[in-house]
């Protein structure tokens, strides 16, 4: 959850650097991919592009692996955000994103909590571990 909060924070002030400076995509498959990926723009189909990518193995395992973290992180939490905030997925991001920030998850627990009920935090995030000796809080 941390990484694609983060890594939904970087997109987006990526694209907007792009968009000020009059950064444009890559004609070639690998660099519009690698584009698209930090503009956090890729697409399903992109997916599918990966395989396109012909030239060194190290290009090839690249683009691998850019749709695995894609797929593995940051559809991962666009689909959280779509479950647990339908329609509030920027106000849940914002406060998800402060908690990282801060440590402070009380906002966020609180949110949660309102929108589906007591201990959705806690059922969400925390295992029932969480607070076992030898764990740090």
């Known amino acids: 959850m941390m990484e694609g909060a983060c890594d939904k ?14 950064v444009t995509e890559p004609s070639d498959v690998l660099g ?14 992109d997916s599918g592009r990966a395989a396109d990518v012909v030239g060194s ?9 850019l749709n695995g973290y894609e797929n593995g992180v940051n559809r991962r939490y666009a ?5 647990f905030a339908p329609g509030e997925e920027s106000e849940c991001h914002t406060l998800l994103l402060g908690a ?4 402070d998850v009380t906002a966020l627990g609180v949110w949660l909590d ?22 740090t809080a």
């Open 9 to 22: 924070e970087a997109r987006a002030i990526t694209r907007q650097t792009t968009e000020r400076f009059g």
């Open 32 to 45: 519009s991919l690698a584009y698209r990926d930090v503009t956090g723009t890729l697409t399903e189909t």
């Open 57 to 65: 193995e190290e290009q090839t395992r690249y683009a691998a692996a």
């Open 79 to 83: 689909h959280f955000l779509g479950e």
């Open 100 to 103: 990282i920030v801060s440590g």
């Open 114 to 135: 309102d929108r589906h009920g007591p201990g959705t935090f806690t059922g969400l995030f925390r295992t029932p571990g969480y607070f076992e000796p030898g764990l």
